[in-house]
């Protein structure tokens, strides 16, 4: 077999060997899904969120960082895929973090906070990041949706107190990067998120960043995905264990 | 001192306090910087590459995950440096990858090569991504580029075997991560750039992602900026120590 300029297809067994076609793009996906889960148990919601981690570093110990606050962690999954299916608009901090966020398996609008605020933070000496999550929150943008921090830790801190201030997003997701605040801006998340009773997901430590905050975010579609077919009840009250 | 809409501004201290200032976005990356130099040496232009991956992970055991191919570290990064001064194309697999790349310090156009080759997916079975690239390097897009893979490692594979085939990037910054192929497929790329000289700075093992292939690519755009602004020789015989 021959392409339409004449290359022979043999040249590209490298590639097909691994057994994705196009039309199937998940295959690899799903491949490496397999492997993590021979690393990272597959009992719960929780699981499918730490499997997630893992999946996005590629690092086995990334499952030991994920941390649930608000409620209990398959509640907290339960929500973000409730909000997902129920379309909320899904708000991250960078254009990185946006362009993580798969188009497929939801219809929910997605932007980014950053480009916001800049009078804000001109007038203030803020940051860029958190003058856009407050100029959001002005708008009423946070409320009930998705909010994504994946690089700035000022955003995650401006982010808990707009939750402090009544705010109430559906779920947050939460794993800004670094060595200034990272660690220090998930911890105010978790407190703020456990006193007010909104579902987040974070990491522990300074680990982190777009593609960690993108995967555990796309994870939280993907559970909206089986729900949606099916598969997977999202009541409060569903029992755990038929989760998958 | 009150905003626009008449909020306190000393309700902002919390940000302002971290000391960034709009128009100053820099500052609490430069703060970051200084906490990771004291855990990474700071002697070499390979140790900046190193610094940076770790500043992008959060995690300090990255640096010793870094490897330079096909020269001597510190002329991996020169010519890594050279070609956006050179205002050579910065090409990269995803989009993800592609928002991560600054759009300060350099004129390099940036593009991505996922999206290409649609056809060529769909005769061979190959994924998109290796499709994409082999696409645009037909096109000779990948010659004297700036070529960075952060997600797909059949990307890279198919960029390694375009090397084999006589194409030479600038240089290769190549982290792909994953449980499938990931750690193989760097092992290809350092395998093909050591034989034919082709500069790459790619990561050991599984982990990486497209925030820490955009963030060494960012760190060789502030190496030329350092070498624009006269701090920093780029000449290959230019002595290691007047590096920094």
Do not use: W
Request: charged share 25%.
């Amino acid at each position: 077999m021959t392409t339409d300029d004449g290359r022979d297809t043999s040249d590209f067994e490298a590639y097909a060997d691994l057994g994705a076609t196009t039309g199937d793009a998940m295959e690899i996906a799903e491949t490496s899904m397999d492997r993590v889960r021979e690393l990272v148990p597959d009992e719960t919601l929780g699981d499918r969120i730490r499997q997630k981690a893992v999946h996005a570093t590629g690092d086995p110990e990334f499952q030991y960082l994920v941390r649930f606050s608000g409620a209990d962690e398959s509640e907290v999954v339960r929500a973000g895929a409730r909000a997902v299916l129920d379309e909320q608009p899904v708000v991250t901090d960078i254009t990185m973090v946006k362009s993580g966020i798969t188009g497929r398996g939801h219809s929910c609008p997605v932007r980014k906070a950053i480009g916001n605020g800049a009078a804000l933070a001109a007038e203030t000496g803020m940051t860029r990041t958190a003058a856009s999550v407050l100029e959001l929150d002005r708008q009423g943008v946070y409320e009930g949706s998705v909010a994504v921090v994946g690089n700035a830790p000022t955003a995650a801190l401006a982010l808990a107190d707009c939750i402090e201030s009544g705010t109430r997003p559906a779920v947050v997701v939460a794993t800004p990067v670094g060595f200034v605040k990272a660690a220090e801006s998930r911890e105010r998340v978790r407190e703020v998120a456990d006193e007010h009773g909104v579902p987040a997901i974070t990491t522990v430590g300074r680990r982190g960043g777009s593609g960690v905050a993108a995967g555990l975010t796309n994870e939280l579609v993907h559970v909206a995905s089986d729900a949606r077919d099916g598969d997977l009840p999202l009541d409060t009250d569903a029992p755990v264990a038929s989760e998958r």
